[in-house]
């Protein structure tokens, strides 16, 4: 069948919607939502100051594309189908594909060293495979000197490229840590170079991008004549500014690419529909790896491989110099989304979370709040069986466990997961969807959506009833089964999991206002929706959203409303501390601020004021032009967290970016002290040399 294509573009003044027809409805409502999905983008890039993006979708036979905004700022060339953004890393999985059809051919082994391709490549203290590098468990380290590595003007071949890191020590034994790396994609450039006996480029043209019909994917090249190239942007404050020339040829097959949304989308599509690759080989590249440890990566070979609202969803992201990029695919529903857009350090994902749910009519992800602190265990158990067994249900009419295993499993989460002792039973449940602890949500999980199935429940609906009522439906069902016929929760757990899917069954449908009036407004109009109910939504994301939007706009006032109302409606959460903490931060009330964001450690210690997130809030800050507030969030986190290594020196990095030269140097000592190995350490060690700080004392 003839495939149906819908391009557009809208730049200020002009709208030229595409609509595409799709099989299940009738095209004037697709074309509707498409028309709110224009507004919404419109609103989107306005907040984000977004100069251009270019969004699209593919379903069976149905493709639609469109560009928004401006390619080209200073002559207003408008975005479109056509343009052609830097992919950066959503290169990694069409590496991962060649690598995989070498494999079908023979010419490279998974699990032989990297030397029998890459013989330049130096024999490190450890052997690192091609299977290793492919889910970055290889020890293969990550820039230790961004200021030298990240910002190469110079072009690059494979050699020059490698020998970048060549000489880089293993930070780990391959196999035991998960340390993404462009660099590890690099050396899986050289080795498909040294299977094929091709140039990365020619070979990616002949057997990937061609088969394919990817005509407008090409390796970037300053130098080269580009169709349709697309001009990148960063923020300094809420100005615009070009984005910094860099060659990314230093990054060829990890990063080092040129595409067009068409062309993402046809990448996608023709992975799940086994166009360049066997079944096996797809099934082997969308299997989410583990460390020997066994704990899970959620990182396949070239893919980052999560359940999304219960679905089944490959996916990949994509960071540089000028843009932004991302690729979401479910293979099971035949649909692939592409977004790319032409600004630095903005987080395209809520483009692909909206344009899905205007194609599918379903909620991307139900966001539910628990407000009893006894019953929050039962939900991230209801969650976590959802989520993995609704997802493997999607992929696959398998059973995942005999039904030994499973009642061994049911037995396990009786005992364990809904025990008194609540400190060993969160880690039980932290462990629950990984091999090292039995995969027991997995196991369980799946039994569920395999037993609803075949009672003649539609597992599609799950995708707006979401965890509690996955639960709830099959506590009942097993209820009601003849004895032993089904495994069983402990009774606690299902009368738990039955009142609180009868709250959220009368709350759910209360949906975050289209154009949210004033804070008290809100404040009243939700106060008063979720009084005595024990689920309901949880809105923290669209009120942080409100809160950064206030802020920017310089209304400390109603920023601070904001994030008060999130603490006021969601006590227990962390994310509404933390969004408060953060809120105070940026007002100036910085030991009210850190009283807040204890309480958020308080509410979960790898959550929303971790390290990790407080590092992650800082470097939006920073994307966005405001490196001075950034500073004060990482100040404010070595407050919390003075034993992490990481947080030091990205404070270093900040404090070099604000030209105080002996701060930074004192930061990265500080880095250095706590953490002689951390991965940043060689960097740290070259900067303090590069600032004038004595070099003494800075050996591992």
């Not at 009868?502 to 008290?520: L, N, Q, V």
Request: glycine fraction near 8%.
């Amino acid at each position: 069948m003839q495939s149906s294509k819908y391009y557009g573009f809208a730049g200020a003044l002009a709208l030229l919607c595409g609509v595409a027809q799709a099989a299940s409805e009738p095209a004037s409502a697709l074309a509707a939502r498409l028309a709110d999905f224009d507004g919404w983008v419109a609103q989107r890039m306005a907040t984000q100051r977004l100069p251009g993006v270019t969004i699209g979708f593919s379903q069976g036979d149905v493709e639609w594309v469109k560009g928004y905004g401006y390619a080209d700022l200073e002559n207003r060339v408008p975005a479109t189908a056509r343009s052609s953004y830097r992919l950066a890393s959503v290169t990694k999985p069409m590496t991962a594909v060649a690598v995989l059809q070498l494999v079908e051919q023979g010419k490279i082994d998974l699990d032989a060293p990297v030397q029998a391709y890459v013989p330049y490549f130096p024999v490190k203290a450890f052997p690192v495979t091609v299977r290793q590098l492919l889910g970055h468990l290889g020890g293969i380290d990550a820039y230790r000197d961004s200021k030298v590595e990240q910002h190469f003007k110079e072009h690059k071949d494979t050699r020059q490229s490698i020998a970048v890191f060549a000489q880089f020590d293993l930070i780990a034994e391959p196999g035991t840590r998960f340390r993404y790396t462009s660099y590890g994609y690099n050396l899986l450039g050289a080795v498909i170079e040294g299977a094929s006996g091709e140039s990365y480029g020619g070979y990616m043209r002949r057997h990937v991008w061609g088969p394919l019909g990817m005509d407008a994917t090409v390796m970037d090249d300053p130098d080269a004549v580009i169709a349709h190239r697309v001009r990148g942007y960063r923020l300094d404050g809420q100005e615009w500014k070009n984005s910094e020339f860099v060659d990314i040829s230093s990054r060829f097959s990890a990063g080092g690419t040129r595409s067009s949304v068409p062309d993402m989308l046809a990448f996608g599509r023709g992975v799940h529909e086994g166009k360049i690759l066997s079944a096996a080989s797809v099934a082997a590249m969308v299997q989410p790896m583990a460390t020997r440890a066994g704990r899970l990566t959620n990182y396949g070979m070239g893919w980052e491989i999560l359940p999304t609202g219960g679905r089944y969803a490959i996916a990949h992201s994509g960071q540089q110099p000028e843009t932004v990029t991302y690729l979401y695919s479910f293979p099971s529903r035949k649909l692939t989304i592409a977004v790319a857009a032409n600004l630095e350090r903005i987080n395209p994902e809520a483009f692909v979370q909206r344009l899905f749910e205007v194609v599918t009519g379903e909620p991307w992800q139900l966001k539910t709040y628990i407000a009893e602190a006894g019953a929050q265990r039962a939900y991230q158990v209801a969650q976590g069986l959802f989520e993995e067994g609704r997802a493997h249900a999607e992929r696959t009419d398998q059973a995942y466990a005999d039904a030994a295993a499973t009642r061994e499993v049911f037995l396990q989460i009786n005992r364990q997961a809904l025990a008194p002792d609540a400190r060993a039973a969160r880690a039980f449940i932290e462990a629950a969807r990984h091999p090292a602890g039995g995969s027991v949500f997995l196991v369980a999980g799946a039994s569920m959506a395999e037993a609803l199935r075949q009672s003649g429940a539609d597992l599609d609906t799950y995708s707006r009833g979401g965890a509690l009522a996955f639960a709830r439906d099959y506590v009942l069902l097993s209820q009601g089964a003849a004895a032993g016929t089904l495994p069983r929760f402990d009774p606690a757990f299902e009368q738990a999991i039955v009142v609180l899917a009868a709250s959220w069954d009368r709350t759910a449908a209360i949906a975050w206002p289209a154009a949210p009036a004033s804070i008290p407004a809100l404040d009243s109009q939700l106060r008063a929706a979720f009084r005595g109910q024990r689920a309901y939504p949880d809105f923290v994301p669209e009120l942080l959203e409100l809160a950064q939007a206030s802020a920017g706009r310089g209304e400390s006032e109603a920023a601070l409303a904001a994030s008060g109302l999130a603490v006021a409606l969601y006590p227990l959460s962390d994310r509404a501390h933390a969004l408060q903490g953060l809120t105070l931060l940026h007002a100036g009330k910085r030991e009210a601020a850190l009283a807040a964001l204890r309480l958020a450690l308080a509410r979960d210690p790898l959550g929303a004021a971790s390290p990790a997130a407080l590092n992650l809030e800082a470097y939006r800050l920073k994307g966005s032009g405001a490196v001075a507030q950034g500073m004060v969030v990482l100040q404010a986190a070595v407050s919390l967290h003075p034993r992490d290594a990481n947080l030091q020196d990205s404070l270093a990095e900040f404090y070099v970016e604000q030209g105080l030269r002996p701060q930074a140097v004192e930061a990265y000592r500080q880095a250095l002290q706590l953490d002689p190995r951390y991965p940043g350490a060689v960097g740290a060690r070259a900067a303090i040399i590069r600032l004038g700080g004595e070099t003494k004392a800075l050996a591992p």
